[in-house]
């Protein structure tokens, strides 16, 4: 198969679609398949150039100016590659795809991510739409897109050719009891919730310290909150146990010397980051919300927490500090039942959509259909 996949950029900052498209397309290539992407470009180029895969640039921008020059470019790149199945992996690409289409006989495929965004209806352009989990695909429905339509493909990104197996990875010294968070520095990823609990429980555990892994715009608003209550005399040395670490390259590291894991979400489609800490041994404390229970084997690998609750948190948090042998019961229950999280699954599984897709398209071609119809 001629395969291209766009996406916004693909630059290593931690962004998991862009994760997912790269682990695609270099598995797709090492399959045998003849692989591009159309990209702003980034750090992953190089990766991508290893396995093979053809990189365009395609500016997506969506400024006025922009948007024209991205819709030549993309015709151009069409032209040129004649792709048997475009996968659109973000909102913009799937309208260039879907728009543009007449006279191009390609398969459109498209993966909702973030699907509490209003514009992911607009993935609905797609022949095939790909969930990445079963609370995806029923917000989908919801909202109007053919249960015809839809493929539930859970996500999953271990023995990515991204990383390393996680056994070469050095854990970092962290202190002890290490709580660890990995995500953007946003509201919607629970930061404000998660700090408010190590607060409540900083004082009856003066071991423990709270490392927030991940950067984001509302980074200067989570660290006023440390700077607020740390200048309070009852929480003198609260803010050397607070740690805000940016963005980390190769966040195994701190997962690898982490105690409990928490994933405070108030909105999460899959939570692929929840897989990585299960495959470090983390323990693991997360939001009941969306397709985070789907992550955790529906309540069996992590405890779930009602999400915007921080009092709920911090007595989850205390209670596995607090007790040496559940800790380690979780500990041991996340890190089963991790084979379905392998990205070599969910490209077999993504190929099995795109297969469904193309012999359309082969048929229309023989019987000399219409560009016009070609194009819906």
Known sequence: MQILHIINHVQKIGNGIVNVAVDLACLQAQSGHDVAVASAGGEYELLLAQHSVKHFQLNQSRQLLNISKAAWRYRQIVQTFQPDIVHAHMMTGVVLAGVLRSGCEYGLVSTVHNEFQRSAVLMGLADRVIAVSHAVANSMVQRGISNKKLRVI????????????????????????AITTVAGMYFRKGIAELIEAFIKI?????????????NGPDR??????????????????????????GFQP???????????????????????VLTEAREAGCAIIASDVDGIPETLDNYQAGLLVPPKDSQTLAAALADLLSN??????????????????????????????????????NCFK???????????
């Not at 800790?327 to 041991?332: C, G």
């Open 154 to 177: 859970s996500n999953g990104t271990l023995g990515s050719p991204r990383n390393r197996q996680i056994t070469d990875y050095q854990p970092l010294p962290l202190h002890r009891p």
């Open 202 to 214: 900083a004082i009856d555990f003066p071991q423990a310290h709270l490392y927030l892994v991940g």
């Open 220 to 245: 200067p608003i989570f660290e006023a909150m440390v700077e607020k209550t740390a200048f309070s005399d009852a929480w003198v040395g609260l803010r050397q146990r607070i740690h805000f670490e």
């Open 250 to 272: 190769e966040p195994q590291r701190y997962m690898l010397a982490t105690d409990i894991f928490v994933l405070a979400s108030h909105c999460e489609s899959f939570g692929l």
């Open 324 to 361: 040496s042998k559940k800790l380690n019961k979780w500990k041991s229950r996340a890190k089963q039942n991790l084979d379905r999280f392998s990205a070599a699954r969910v490209n077999e599984e993504t190929l099995a959509v795109y297969r469904e897709v193309i012999p359309n398209y």
């Open 366 to 376: 023989s019987m000399k259909v219409p560009e016009l119809l070609l194009s819906k």
